[in-house]
Nanobody, 124 residues
Framework: QVQLVESGGGLVQAGGSLRLSCAASGRTFSSSSMGWFRQAPGKEREFVAAISWNGGSTYYADSVKGRFTISRDNAKNTVYLQMNNLKSEDTAVYYC?????????????????WGQGTQVTVSS
């Protein structure tokens, strides 16, 4: 069992930055790949970024490549999402998720645990 709690969301102007954190509890964090997804009002949840169990590989959606960076600290059971050059279209609720797969992937159905989400609002 893994419990995930996101933090770090908020209101930021376009072009600004935010850093999201996801704190995990449970013994399996260090053997889980982690992902970030987001859901805007009226839209389906979409993949943002993922990282392998040891941080050795990462994977990004094209829409955030070059602007967002996912990282993890297994000693702290925490995964991060650094978001730079934010745009109004990045406004959404951001969720972190844990997968029993070791390697970074975007397959929504293969993520086993989800956090409650944190709101990110980018004003233009």
């Amino acid at each position: 069992q893994v419990q995930l709690v996101e933090s770090g969301g908020g209101l930021v102007q376009a072009g600004g930055s935010l850093r999201l954190s996801c704190a995990a509890s449970g013994r399996t964090f260090s053997s889980s790949s982690m992902g970030w997804f987001r859901q805007a009002p009226g839209k389906e949840r979409e993949f943002v970024a993922a990282i392998s169990w040891n941080g050795g590989s990462t994977y990004y959606a094209d829409s955030v490549k070059g602007r967002f960076t996912i990282s993890r600290d297994n000693a702290k059971n925490t995964v991060y999402l650094q978001m730079n050059n934010l745009k109004s279209e990045d406004t959404a609720v951001y969720y972190c998720a844990a997968s029993s797969r070791l390697y970074a992937h975007s397959n929504y159905a293969r993520y086993d645990y989800w956090g409650q989400g944190t709101q990110v609002t980018v004003s233009s």
